[in-house]
């Protein structure tokens, strides 16, 4: 059964720090692997997708990468920013579904 | 750019009475899915569904949800007698054909009292 865990389970920054969440998975026969970003109480939104044939994708000051026979992805943040707090989750693909961790709640202090 | 659209934002209902949450997904997608989060833990898979049949479904999903694709633009999701435990936030997503990631609504937060 796939499990997906994300470390550290929060972190505290002061803004222009560069920062990296980790997320690993158990069972590599993903399709893809997509990060979010959700602030509290609010919907998901879609910060990066990485197929599982691809090594990393840039977005910006975001840049995700993914290692499928170690069964990880990194999110680098770059030059952090106090809009940049809130919970960023990563989530595998699995056949139709996708398998979520439980999240890094992120906070960068001015 | 699309949007998933999900109403109400916020629903309060008694033990044992019946809620649907509606959605509006993106209008060239064909696969659909209802996820749930309960505050303080992960966003679980519930059910999707494809060409106008569930194609998976979580055994959270049981008997007193249903699912439904009423015409070209609407999918809702039923809970037929909703208990203490049905409180959470539900998201709608949809994708497309083309390998392409999901894209989530806002949510629903069910509060059952």
């Known amino acids: 059964k796939q499990e997906v865990t994300q470390i550290p389970a929060a972190l505290s920054v002061p803004e222009g720090e560069n920062l990296v969440l980790n997320c690993s998975f158990t069972?590599?026969?993903?399709?893809?692997l997509q990060w979010f970003r959700q602030d509290p109480g609010k919907g998901l939104t879609s910060l990066l997708l990485?197929?599982?044939?691809?090594r990393e994708q840039t977005s910006g000051r975001l840049n995700a990468s993914l290692d499928k026979s170690s069964g990880r992805s990194t999110l680098y943040i770059a030059a952090s920013q106090p809009g940049d707090s809130a919970t960023y989750l990563c989530?595998?693909?699995?056949?139709?579904?996708?398998?979520f961790g439980q999240g890094t709640e992120l906070s960068v202090k001015p | 750019e699309p949007e998933v659209t999900q109403t109400p934002s916020h629903q309060v209902t008694q033990m044992g009475q019946e809620v649907i949450l509606r959605c509006v997904p993106i209008s060239n997608h064909l696969y659909f899915y209802w996820y749930r989060q309960i505050l303080g833990q992960k966003v679980e898979f519930l059910v999707s569904f494809y060409n106008n049949e569930i194609s998976e479904k979580s055994e959270i999903f049981d008997d007193q949800f249903s699912v439904e694709r009423p015409d070209g633009s609407n999918f809702t999701l039923k809970i037929r007698s909703t208990k203490l435990e049905d409180s959470a936030m539900y998201f709608c997503a949809s994708r497309s054909t083309m390998g392409y990631g999901y894209t989530f609504g806002s949510g629903t937060r069910l509060t059952v009292v």
């Open positions: 989530a595998v693909r699995e056949g139709g579904k996708l398998i």
């Open positions: 069972d590599s026969a993903i399709y893809n």
């Open positions: 990485i197929q599982s044939s691809q």
